[in-house]
């Protein structure tokens, strides 16, 4: 089966940067699109980026110049940078992959979440 699996939330301050990551495993085609989606409490899920196989980006207007998304396609694995972080950033933080299982097959994936928490 394929899975996403993410890793480097954390508590920082208000200022601060992380960098998330999120690797894809199992049997897999491709990967088409890749993005972020952040979850704040008692909110709905938004996007927050999102890139193309072939490194086209998009950002929300609230991250635009702050957040940088990238990917390794030998990895599968999707990065979100994230630097000058705001409180507003607080949420639970998901990837997503458009993922081909094969020529025939494609799946929506998605991460099981980590917590990025900026303190005030």
């Known amino acids: 089966q394929v899975q996403l699996v993410e890793s480097g939330g954390g508590l920082v301050q208000t200022g601060g940067s992380l960098r998330l990551s999120c690797a894809a495993s199992?049997?897999?085609?491709?990967?088409?699109?890749m993005g972020w989606y952040r979850q704040a409490a008692g909110k709905q899920r938004d996007v927050v980026a999102a890139?193309?196989?072939?490194?086209?980006?998009n950002y929300a207007d609230s991250v635009k110049g702050r957040f940088t998304i990238s990917r390794d396609n030998a990895k599968n694995t999707v990065y979100l940078q994230m630097a000058s972080l705001k409180p507003e950033d607080t949420a639970v933080y998901y990837c997503?992959?458009?993922?081909?299982?094969?020529?025939?097959?494609?799946?929506?994936?998605w991460g099981q979440g980590t917590q990025v928490t900026v303190s005030s």
């Open positions: 199992g049997s897999i085609f491709s990967i088409n699109n």
């Open positions: 997503n992959a458009d993922i081909l299982l094969s020529r025939q097959r494609r799946n929506d994936y």
């Open positions: 890139i193309t196989r072939g490194g086209t980006t």
